[in-house]
């Protein structure tokens, strides 16, 4: 009977595991989900707001450029990789904020 159940158990929980797993839509690797995804968006816009709250800009103008331009960068290039694998539509709905 024990066996019965532990092996019922087993199934039960590697079902879950399997429905809880997902495609990376960029890379097409599989990821497990804990959290939903809304609920992680939600979770990361409450920390970002956290953050701004607590943290000041910075007073050094080269180190802001810096981070700007570097930010700038990383924009082209995913701009780029979205645009060589034909899936620029999924930037839609992005939009850059300005500090």
Known sequence: MKQTILYLVTVIITF???QSCSSVPLTGRSQLNMIPSS???TMSFQQYDQFLKESKLS????EANM?????GNIKQAVEKYMSDHAISGRLR????NSI
């Open 16 to 18: 879950l595991i399997f």
């Open 93 to 96: 709905g992005y939009h850059e």
């Open 39 to 41: 609920e992680m968006l």
């Open 67 to 71: 981070v700007k331009r570097i930010g």
């Open 59 to 62: 007073t050094n103008q080269a």
